[in-house]
Each structure stands twice: as C-alpha cells, then as structure tokens.
C-alpha cells in the first residue's frame, strides 16, 4: 500500500508565498506523474500543476507564473511553491501521484489535503 502526505498549508496574507510539500511511502517501484489539485468551499476539485516523470510540467492558467511545481525523485516527494498568493487560491490542496508499486501495475494515490487561507 502506499500512503500520500501533505503539509505545509495554512495562513497567509495576500500576495504572499507558501510552500507545499507531499510525501510517498509504502511499496513504490516508480513514480509516473505526480500533481496537484484544489478545492475551494462550494466548488468542484480543479487541477492545479503536473510534473511527469521527464519533468515536463503543466499548470492550470490562473496559477501560471505564480505557482512553480517540482519533484524529488530520490524522496519520492513533490512539491508546490505558491507566490503572489491570492484570495481566490484559498482552498484545500491534494497531492496526487501515479505510482507503481511493481513494474506490472499501477495505482492512483491521493493525499488527505492540507488547507491553504488567503486572506486579502
């Protein structure tokens, strides 16, 4: 089994930066992508960024040139650096990452969110 966690949400004023970290552990082979996905109050989940395993990345438009994510292969960890925050960004953060725990399978893995607060 593998376990997905996050940290480092929480309190922030406009305009400023957070970063989010989120850890794999259990059986891993290898890691494919590994993203980044929110969820205001009242809204629908929404995609956030992706990093694929080649490091290629991909960021929904309101976030591009604020938000910058990144991995680390060796900790199995990815991480969502968040700077000119806004209101509108408040919201709970999951991680997510395709994981294969052998080399015949694969699994979708989830985290249990971490809150971020943006307060204008």
């Known amino acids: 089994q593998v376990q997905l966690v996050e940290s480092g949400g929480g309190l922030v004023q406009a305009g400023g930066s957070l970063r989010l970290s989120c850890a794999a552990s259990?059986?891993?082979?290898?890691?494919?992508?590994m993203a980044w996905h929110r969820q205001a109050p009242g809204k629908q989940r929404e995609f956030v960024a992706r990093?694929?395993?080649?490091?290629?990345?991909n960021y929904v438009d309101s976030v591009k040139g604020r938000f910058t994510i990144s991995r680390d292969n060796a900790k199995n960890r990815v991480y969502l650096y968040m700077n000119s925050l806004q209101p509108e960004d408040t919201a709970v953060y999951y991680c997510?990452?395709?994981?294969?725990?052998?080399?015949?399978?694969?699994?979708?893995?989830w985290g249990q969110g971490t809150q971020v607060t943006v307060s204008s």
């Open positions: 997510q990452m395709l994981v294969r725990p052998n080399w015949a399978s694969v699994g979708d893995y």
């Open positions: 990093i694929a395993s080649d490091g290629s990345t």
């Open positions: 259990g059986s891993i082979f290898s890691i494919t992508f």
